[in-house]
T-cell receptor
Framework: GAVVSQHPSWVICKSGTSVKIECRSLDFQATTMFWYRQFPKQSLMLMATSNEGSKATYEQGVEKDKFLINHASLTLSTLTVTSAHPEDSSFYIC????????FGPGTRLTVL | AQSVSQHNHHVILSEAASLELGCNYSYGGTVNLFWYVQYPGQHLQLLLKYFSGDPLVKGIKGFEAEFIKSKFSFNLRKPSVQWSDTAEYFCAVSSYNQGGKLIFGQGTELSVKP
């Protein structure tokens, strides 16, 4: 099946700093990618839809100025958590839309 | 708005027992339905999916699911579980024309005792 990678796989940062997470579709082009957030022992919550060459579409309650999404190419979407705080600590997962949704392995963010 | 409900938060079974995990969704239009599995420390893997056709769908590792449109349900079944099936299971739905945009259920943790 198709492969989606995420980088980094885990990151620890200080409160107030920004963190960028990359999502790449390695063997297919994805005009649409999705970003999810998963808290421990909970389900995946859709944060936003990333569209190549246009603005992302955010789900209700997700701060677009805090979670910046850029989808500059057909194989790369980035999520930047700006001015991160401890409550932003979570597991962030991307998926790329191909014949079906292909999920990346996730990025664990810990904000101290 | 779409929503997905999984009835069981945590299921504990012995090996060889039969499994059925409930999933109900709320959406008025045509949907695509999915079951994903997340093994400890690993990323999501697709178990099976329903787009159209035969409502009984067979997936990997001996899992199957039945789409019952009148009940808005898509329950996951396996006749005989193994210890290696211990994992978190997620039901998900997408609207027919929204590709990979998935709404997930709360997840069911399955623990299989050897």
């Amino acid at each position: 099946g198709a492969v989606v990678s995420q980088h980094p796989s885990w990151v620890i940062c200080k409160s107030g700093t920004s963190v960028k997470i990359e999502c790449r579709s390695l063997d297919f082009q994805a005009t649409t990618m999705f970003w999810y957030r998963q808290f421990p022992k909970q389900s995946l919550m859709l944060m936003a839809t990333s569209n190549e060459g246009s603005k992302a579409t955010y789900e209700q309650g997700v701060e677009k100025d805090k979670f910046l999404i850029n989808h500059a190419s057909l194989t790369l979407s980035t999520l930047t958590v700006t001015s991160a705080h401890p409550e932003d600590s979570s597991f962030y997962i991307c998926s790329a839309a191909g014949a079906q949704a292909y999920f990346g392995p996730g990025t664990r963010l810990t904000v101290l | 708005a779409q929503s997905v409900s999984q009835h069981n938060h945590h299921v504990i079974l012995s090996e060889a027992a039969s499994l059925e995990l409930g999933c109900n969704y709320s959406y008025g239009g045509t949907v695509n339905l999915f079951w994903y599995v997340q093994y400890p420390g690993q990323h999501l893997q697709l178990l099976l999916k329903y787009f159209s056709g035969d409502p009984l769908v067979k997936g990997i590792k001996g899992f199957e699911a039945e789409f019952i449109k009148s009940k808005f349900s898509f329950n996951l079944r396996k006749p005989s579980v193994q210890w290696s099936d211990t994992a978190e299971y997620f039901c998900a739905v997408s609207s027919y024309n929204q590709g990979g945009k998935l709404i997930f259920g709360q997840g069911t943790e399955l623990s299989v005792k050897p």
